[in-house]
């Protein structure tokens, strides 16, 4: 059974900074492809960052240079650094696995106050 459990969510003011982590169990982080994405009120949910299992990284335009994705192999957890946090980035941040399937976690809410 594939559980991705993320934490790590709050408030934080704008300029701020927080780290989310996806505690993973059933699959291996290190041969996956896992991504994060986020989903503001009334808005779809997009994706915000990627890592493959040879470590190539990809962001959205809008995270650029502000945010970083990584992951430790010994704790089968992925994370995401967000620095200079902006209201924009408000939303309900998921990690997800691609394979065999897609798995969702069941998300974590983000707040940034101006």
């Known amino acids: 059974q594939v559980q991705l459990v993320e934490s790590g969510g709050g408030l934080v003011q704008a300029g701020g900074s927080l780290r989310l982590s996806c505690a993973a169990s059933?699959?291996?982080?290190?041969?996956?492809?896992m991504d994060w994405y986020r989903q503001a009120p009334g808005k779809q949910r997009e994706l915000v960052a990627l890592?493959?299992?040879?470590?190539?990284?990809n962001y959205a335009d809008s995270v650029k240079g502000r945010f970083t994705i990584s992951r430790d192999n010994a704790k089968n957890t992925v994370y995401l650094q967000m620095d200079s946090l902006k209201p924009e980035d408000t939303a309900v941040y998921y990690c997800?696995?691609?394979?065999?399937?897609?798995?969702w976690g069941q998300g974590t809410q983000v707040t940034v106050s101006s």
């Open positions: 059933g699959i291996i982080v290190s041969r996956n492809l």
């Open positions: 997800s696995a691609r394979f065999p399937k897609v798995y």
């Open positions: 890592i493959t299992s040879d470590s190539t990284t």
